[in-house]
């Protein structure tokens, strides 16, 4: 018997080497774009190198890696098409890749870099320019400007890595995932301005399975922003300042819209934000929902409305006076909440009287204003506290 376990154990330790020798021996392919015509000097159009270098692993049997070096690219716009045969592309920069000067060189274009159809795409490191400041400074004096465009987007995409990449300077939105599934950002740069327009961090729509991990979003709009149809979504361990918070809305600008639910948020920081933890919906009849969702851990610094729900958005007063919002907002927790109000009221609750706001939960939370007690206003907001609760809770 042990001379017979003696061979089959030998017999299998040679089918084992063997899978680990096919394992070993899986190719991997880098495309470097200098080999493919690349500038690193931030003026010769790199383009289409870096347009070659995706087609080469897109039609790849095997992994790929797209290598961006050390240096400056410049890239009109691109559009990253999918499916591919490969499911494992990686996107390694050390370089930076940056928008045109003349932000009218990229034309009609609503995304500057826009993946489709990807599966198993990863960005490892990197700098993205999206040279937005001119952009800014067109809007900000009211001439005839381009909207402009988003810096990098996801679209119908899945089983994404975003590791340690910087976006600076974007025209519009920095970072967009829409329609997309598993999509994991960590260590992610957001840079602009507290004044630049519409430049939102991130983005999440339409998706499910997202998440937004130890990050830092300075931005003049939400560092995130949440739109309908999102769920699974965690955010953690980010840094939000300067910039709107963290918003899930507006939601309900259309009467059937997909609604928002299990959301987490928790170890968060908020410094000299517009807003902390919003939620905001249009004054406007709809099917849509906000529900099962968790902010935990919050550590807030001079912020104007550190915890609000908005149910009566109407900017401008257009298409909606008179109306108010069918969103239906339920189950929503805030725990462990703490730090400094920068506005007399710390907490708002205005929901619609149509579809007041149910299963409001507080607990443990503790603002001020400075060095004083801070207020609370509730209408049509109706739940529950745990533990101490300061400002003093209005809920009904």
């Given amino acids: 018997m042990a001379k017979i376990a003696t061979i089959l154990f030998i017999q299998l330790m040679v089918i084992f080497l063997s899978i680990c020798q096919e394992t070993l021996a899986i190719e991997i392919t880098t495309y470097n ?10 003026k010769g159009d790199s383009t289409n190198s870096l347009s070659k270098a995706w087609s080469l692993a897109c039609e790849s049997k095997t992994p790929s890696i797209i290598y961006v070096p050390k240096g400056s690219f410049l890239i009109k716009h691109l559009n990253f098409k999918g499916p591919c045969r490969n499911k494992g592309i990686t996107f390694r920069v ?11 060189d990229i034309g009609d274009a609503n995304y500057w870099l826009l993946f489709e159809w990807a599966d198993g795409v990863s960005i490892n490191g990197g700098t993205l320019d999206g040279r937005g400041v001119a952009l800014w400074a067109c809007k900000k004096n009211g001439k005839n400007c381009p909207s402009g465009v988003t810096t990098l987007a996801f679209s119908n995409s899945k089983n ?5 990449l910087t976006s600076r300077n974007s025209q519009m939105f920095h970072i967009v995932i829409n329609g997309c599934e598993n999509v994991k950002l960590q260590g992610v740069n957001v840079l602009a301005s507290g004044n630049s327009p519409n430049t939102d961090g991130i983005h999440v729509q339409l998706s499910k399975g997202i998440s937004i991990l130890q990050s830092k979003i300075s931005t003049g709009d939400d560092c995130v922003s949440i ?5 699974n979504l965690l955010i953690e361990k980010v840094h939000c300042g300067p910039g709107h918070g963290v918003s899930i809305g507006s939601l309900g600008k259309d009467f059937d819209e997909a609604g928002v639910q299990n959301v987490t948020v928790k170890n968060v920081t908020l410094s000299s934000t517009q807003n902390g933890l919003r939620i905001k919906t249009w004054a406007k009849p709809s099917k849509g929902f906000v529900r099962n969702i968790l902010f935990q851990h919050a550590i807030m610094t001079n912020v104007e409305n550190p915890i609000v729900i908005d149910q009566n958005y109407c900017p401008s007063n257009k298409n909606c006076p008179g109306q108010v919002s069918g969103v239906k907002i339920s189950d929503v927790t805030y725990h462990d909440i703490q730090g400094t109000s920068a506005t007399g009221i710390a907490v708002k609750f205005d929901c619609s009287k149509a579809s007041p706001c149910q299963g409001i939960k507080l607990e443990s939370v503790h603002l001020k204003y400075k060095n004083q007690p801070a207020r609370a206003s509730c209408l049509n907001a109706v739940g529950t506290t745990v533990g101490p609760i300061e400002p ?4 009904s």
């Fill in 227 to 231: 739109g309908p149809g999102t769920t």
């Fill in 94 to 104: 050390d370089g930076i890749l940056v928008a045109p000067t003349n932000y009218n």
């Fill in 392 to 395: 003093s809770s209005c809920l």
């Fill in 160 to 164: 994404v890595a975003i590791n340690g």
């Fill in 33 to 42: 774009i200098l080999k493919l015509g690349a500038n690193p000097n931030g």
